[in-house]
């Protein structure tokens, strides 16, 4: 009968075993191996599901630059109300119908913008402490993810309140017949009619073509002078793959991210403008719930082909897609180039990304984001 270890012996062969493990994880981090297994696992496990309440934001798929609404506001859903009518106007092919639906418009607007100076004077006005309205413990305790969604969604009781109350006005507001004559027709009118009619090509085709390139920061640095800030090397590679996919694609871009404004300056330089940026979002949670929100703004987009590093992907696309946004991955390289056989520092640069983005998508799926703002 063999004699038992002693308890040291033991512990030094564990502590033997544990230090190869450990010596041999060390070098495969430095090889050119590890950081794709992690992408491909991620790839593979992360799921990227659009979340169809979300989507619902987004349906209306008619992207637009130039739209600077506010979701949710009394103007905004005083335009959704005008261009319902028009739609209705076309598809009966009365173009005295539009003139008149447009001038009543017009109406609505001033008195919406009337009805907000008197509130913004309310407001002003000093308010004695003791008749002060209280604040009710139930709207404090209001989940603002929630709020957001009702501010974006038509059918919501109170937006679909507004919203009937706009269309009774758009159709029976009283408009002098001669003036709306004698008035030269606003050209406006004819950016509106085209709206609509790309808006009812869209929502007849497919929907799985792209309708933007969201292009995310990655970091800002000091220019060669040390004073000028200017995107560092991981934004430039991304903003150099956004120009290829420009040139193919000729789509809206959205760059998003703090960087977002140098972004610009960039592409500006570049000969490419980029008109649409969400400049408040700190982090990838961020980016992904602000950019889905200016999307929504600007009539919507259900699709969008994102530009980012293949380690950052995963994470993103998720989180665009709980947004209800689907997304086409197109990756932009890293800084520096992995070896093929070799280890090397430039592989440990790749696998120190990978390793941060498998444990901040563990941390997003188990325990959500909790540095995430829910608004701008």
Not at 88 to 100: P, R
Not at 144 to 165: F, I, W
Not at 337 to 357: F, G, I, K, V
């Amino acid at each position: 009968m063999m004699a038992k270890s002693h308890w040291m012996v033991r512990l030094v062969q564990i502590a033997s075993v544990l230090f190869v493990l450990f010596g041999c994880f060390m070098v495969l981090l430095y090889s050119p191996f590890y950081s794709g297994w992690v992408v491909s696992a991620l790839n593979s496990f992360v799921p990227v599901e659009v979340n169809q309440v979300a989507a619902k934001s987004q349906q209306m798929a008619a992207l637009s630059e130039h739209e600077n609404l506010e979701p949710g506001s009394r103007v905004w859903i005083a335009r959704q109300a005008y261009l319902k009518l028009m739609e209705e106007a076309i598809k009966s092919h009365n173009s005295q119908d539009l003139v008149l639906i447009q001038a009543r418009y017009k109406a609505l607007q001033q008195t919406i913008e009337d009805a907000q100076l008197q509130e913004k004077e309310q407001q002003d006005k000093p308010q004695v402490p003791l008749l002060a309205k209280p604040v009710d413990a139930a709207s404090e305790a209001e989940d603002p993810a929630q709020t957001v969604k009702d501010l974006l969604d038509l059918n919501s009781t109170e937006n679909k309140a507004l919203m009937e109350k706009y269309l009774d006005f758009l159709r029976t507001h009283e408009i002098e017949q001669e003036k709306v004559a004698s008035e030269a027709v606003d050209e406006t009118i004819y950016q509106d009619i085209a709206l609509i009619h790309e808006q009812n090509e869209q929502s007849q085709s497919q929907t799985s073509k792209p309708y933007a390139i969201v292009v995310l920061g990655g970091g800002l640095t000091l220019d060669k002078n040390r004073k000028d800030i200017v995107v560092n090397k991981y934004t430039r590679l991304r903003l150099e793959k956004t120009l290829a996919i420009e040139q193919q694609y000729r789509l809206p871009i959205v760059l998003s991210g703090v960087e977002a404004p140098y972004m610009q300056r960039w592409l500006k330089a570049h000969d490419v403008d980029a008109k649409l940026l969400e400049d408040r979002s700190m982090n990838t949670c961020e980016n992904s719930r602000f950019s889905s929100l200016l999307l929504q703004k600007k009539g919507g987009a259900p699709r969008v082909i994102l530009i980012t590093d293949r380690y950052h992907m995963p994470r993103t696309r998720r989180l665009f897609a709980l947004n209800g946004i689907e997304t086409v991955p197109v990756e932009a390289p890293m800084p520096t180039q992995l070896t093929r056989w070799r280890p090397s520092e430039q592989n440990y640069d790749h696998s120190r990304r990978a390793n941060y983005e498998m444990l901040a998508t563990i941390r997003d799926i188990w325990f959500g984001s909790s540095d995430c703002r829910e608004v701008p």
